[in-house]
């Protein structure tokens, strides 16, 4: 306990005096150009590698089973036929705003680590993002694969939905660990050991997976997203879902802090009582 009070107190007087909420910011508005390509990447790899059977049913299944109250299950769908019908073309020309993911995390984690942002920093990261392209497809066909199984729990409600969400969240966790590793370690600045990165990334990405989930409970409750936005769903859908997106970088680069904190405290043996 000590040593986790340490670490906490280390991060939290890391963060004193400065803007994790703009960095968290700055994060979101590259994911929000990089996350369709990503996904259309993911999604079309998985297809190739397993047949485009598992992507379309698999997003079909899943898409049924999400709570019903702000109807997302249609643009599922959607995204996983696009994904499977789209050029090479297309796909091609995907990867550009894809990277642009790792852009927006190198710089947001270089802030935490008090690592100097220059002209290479953005390119240095959407480098970096490469091994997360790679691996997706792989990531996303874990939970399309145990979608026959998983989504009629979740219809089923009750013990047979707890059962789905336990399913779930352990193949989505091993899924987003893998992903947040290869961010801590290639992604973002040197400064975390290989071995401190895949830790860490089961770690943090235990959390997020947590975060995740929660969400399937936010897409429950019957609120008119439009409502503040003078009934345009468009504008409604695309606040709520940026809201959600800014808070799970605010999570990550929270977590990834905690675990810079973490190496500086057991460096220098700084635990207290």
Known sequence: MSLIR????????????????????????????????????????????????????????????????????PAVEGLASAAVGASWWVLLSALLPASLYGEGLRRGMAQLANEPVGAGTGWLGRLGFVPVIVVAPLLVAAPLATAPWVAPRYSGGGWSAALGVVVSFHVDWVALSVALGLIFLATGPSVLSRRQAVVGGFAVGAVV?????????????????????????????????????????????????????????????????
């Open 209 to 273: 997976t947590g975060f995740l989930h929660g969400f399937l409970l936010f897409l429950a409750i019957p609120v008119d997203w439009a409502f503040p936005f003078a009934g345009l769903r468009g504008a409604g859908v695309v606040g709520a879902l940026g809201l959600w997106t800014y808070l799970l970088h605010v999570v990550l680069l929270f977590g990834y802090r905690v675990l810079l904190s973490f190496r500086a405290v057991r460096h220098r043996g700084d635990v207290v009582s």
């Open 6 to 73: 340490a670490v906490l107190r280390h991060a939290l007087g890391a963060l004193r005096g400065r803007d994790l909420a703009l960095w968290a910011a700055g994060v979101t508005f590259f994911a929000g150009l990089a996350v369709v390509p990503v996904l259309l990447l993911a999604l079309r790899g998985a297809a190739e590698l397993f047949g485009a059977d598992l992507v379309v049913d698999g997003a079909r299944l899943l898409a049924g089973s999400l709570p019903g109250a702000q109807r997302v299950g």
